[in-house]
């Protein structure tokens, strides 16, 4: 089979042939057709994503295809399903552990889904809607869980809530399209006036431009009137989320995914108990919440297909930060 290994920071990924996997007991051969990109891939490429880190990793987490061979004690009649796999296969549900984020694929030790196959645990997949394309499944495993785990896995959104949500890439997308479903008002932050506009007709009640609008924060709850918004999807990280804390009401959440401006600095606690705010850590989620988000029927914007000889220029369009929601690379058809 085709695969592709990462190479350093700035050489262009190696393509290699190696054998085919085989299931081992429990576990599935799954042929990929199709994989995503997210943030943490080029962060993983670049050696910045923090941890240690295999040099020659196969990248990318998120990949879609079909079973073709099952090991002992997985059921035949799962060959041919089509399926999404796991960012973690490891965490079918329950909670989250250590040992669990220690099987995300594309990162760290573990090999990730830039091949054409790959065995993960039966439980690590969940099946994809009928006429969805593998692309489409492709997007769900991490930003698509990711956003349903920041407006559903805490205390929930609720029909006429308001929530703030940071840009306009995977996570941001599907979390819009998730909030706009259950009929929660969506306030969206962009660089960009066009990629405002986008948000509108995919359901963003109102749009700030965070470049133009520095206190997009205030701005935010000025708009959401009362005390301020319900919920925020927090993905800038430290140089962000003074501003979410301004936007957040009293006894609102953050939820916490996001890295893009790096991983520590400073915070404003005093407003985190002065309005008993919860901040809560999202790490992607379970296959469960995997296949609970995919029976929610929303398709995923779908920004460009690469193909797999063009796996290179797929990181390059992502790095672009051009795209609206998701970068995906077609491995077969
Ligand atoms: N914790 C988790 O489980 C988890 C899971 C998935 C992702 N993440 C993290 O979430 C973040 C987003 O990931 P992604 O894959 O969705 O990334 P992405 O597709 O590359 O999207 C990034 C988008 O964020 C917006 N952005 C960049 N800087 C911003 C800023 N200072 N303020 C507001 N928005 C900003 C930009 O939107 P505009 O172009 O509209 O300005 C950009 O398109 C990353 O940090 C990633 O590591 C965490």
Redesign the pocket.
């Known amino acids: 089979m085709r695969a592709y290994r990462l190479n350093g920071a700035a050489a262009p990924l190696r393509p290699v042939e190696e054998a085919d996997p085989t299931p081992g007991p429990g576990q599935v051969l799954v042929d990929l057709k199709a994989a995503t990109?997210?943030?943490?891939?080029?962060?993983v490429r670049e050696g910045r994503y923090g941890g240690e880190q295999r040099a020659d990793l196969v990248p990318l987490s998120d990949g879609a295809g079909i079973i073709s061979a099952v090991g002992e004690g997985v059921s035949p009649d799962r060959l041919g399903e089509r399926v999404a796999i796991g960012?973690m296969p490891g965490w079918s549900e329950g909670p989250f552990s250590a040992g669990k984020q220690a099987g995300a694929l594309g990162g760290g030790f573990v090999d990730g889904v830039l091949q054409e196959k790959i065995v993960v645990p039966a439980s690590g997949t969940a099946r994809l809607p009928e006429d969805w394309s593998f692309v489409e499944g492709a997007a769900y495993p991490?930003?698509g869980?990711?956003?349903w785990?920041c407006l559903f896995g805490g205390r929930g959104v609720w029909l006429g809530e308001t929530v703030l949500i940071?840009?306009?890439?995977?996570?941001?997308?599907?979390a819009l399209q998730f909030a706009h479903a259950v009929g929660a008002r969506v306030i969206?932050?962009?660089?960009?006036d066009a990629?405002?506009a986008q948000?509108k007709a995919l359901g963003a009640a109102e749009g700030i431009n965070?470049?133009d609008t520095p206190e997009w924060g205030l701005r935010a709850a000025e708009i959401a009137g009362g005390e301020g918004v319900d919920h925020v999807v927090e993905?800038?990280?430290s140089?962000?989320l003074n501003q979410a804390l301004q936007a957040v009401r009293p006894g609102g959440e953050v939820a916490?995914?996001?890295?893009?401006?790096g991983f520590g600095g400073e915070v404003n606690t005093g407003a985190i108990l002065m309005k008993a705010i919860n901040v809560r850590?999202?790490?992607?989620?379970s296959v469960a919440e995997l296949a609970a988000a995919l029976r929610s029927g929303i398709r995923p914007v779908i920004d460009r297909v690469f193909p797999f000889d063009r796996a290179d220029a797929a990181f390059e369009h992502?790095r672009s930060?051009?795209?609206?929601?998701?970068?995906a690379i077609q491995i077969a058809e």
Do not use: E, P, W
């Open positions: 990109l997210n943030y943490r891939d080029m962060i960012f991490c930003a869980v990711t956003a785990n940071q840009g306009t890439g995977g996570v941001s997308t599907f969206v932050t962009s660089s960009s990629k405002l948000a965070y470049r993905v800038g990280g140089g962000t916490l995914v996001g890295v893009l401006t850590g999202v790490y992607v989620g992502l930060g051009a795209h609206r929601g998701k970068v």
